[in-house]
């Protein structure tokens, strides 16, 4: 340590030159202490805690991800609109992996609608994904917008935009979100594992 101004220590690059951390840890605990109790998931109900963790598992989702979907879209989750790609189907040919099948079936209390990217034909996706209740042509991976916006938008029917989340593969799916607005968006491991 150097000597500053009037011979008190100065720290050297990188101290903020804020206050030890020794003095005053009383204060900095009910500070905390205090902050945390005014914070607004403290004031939530056990209750309510309790019906989010089940609706959580109805969704076949971690508790985290459902909160933070539900707490930046303002609303439940009433549909997924689940890529291709994500459920790992590529061809008209290609097997389902029964993980997924099962995942599918055990949802409860949401939509699921598949979105088949091409060259897919959605309604062979639609025979052979056991648990998707409707299908669509996906948005296009390199497309504008707009184009985006109205795919989603024949997905979506009458669905509130900001209840529905994308359950994406690749990272062209993710903007899905912004074009579509939508209330969130998860890979496909965090859904099917």
């Not at 029917?157 to 062209?172: D, E, N, Q, S």
Request: proline share 7%; with cysteine.
């Amino acid at each position: 340590m150097n000597e500053g101004d009037g011979g008190r220590p100065w720290a050297g690059i990188g101290h903020n030159q804020g206050p030890s951390m020794d003095a005053g840890r009383q204060f900095r605990v009910h500070a905390w202490t205090r902050a945390q109790a005014s914070h607004r998931e403290a004031r939530i109900p056990v209750a309510i805690h309790r019906m989010r963790i089940a609706r959580a598992k109805e969704l076949g989702l971690s508790y985290a991800d459902y909160c933070r979907i539900r707490a930046t879209s303002g609303r439940d989750i009433a549909g997924y609109l689940i890529s291709s790609n994500a459920l790992g189907v590529q061809s008209n040919a290609a097997p389902v992996a029964p993980r997924i099948t099962e995942k599918l079936l055990s949802l409860r209390h949401v939509l699921r609608i598949g979105l088949a990217q091409p060259p897919l034909d959605p309604r062979l996706l639609l025979e052979r994904v056991a648990g998707l209740d409707l299908v669509f042509p996906a948005p296009p991976l390199l497309g504008s917008f707009p184009e985006i916006r109205a795919a989603l938008a024949r997905a979506q029917g009458r669905l509130p935009a900001a209840g529905l989340v994308a359950i994406t593969a690749l990272g062209l799916e993710a903007e899905w979100v912004a074009a579509g607005g939508l209330g969130g968006a998860l890979p496909g491991d965090a859904l099917f594992g």
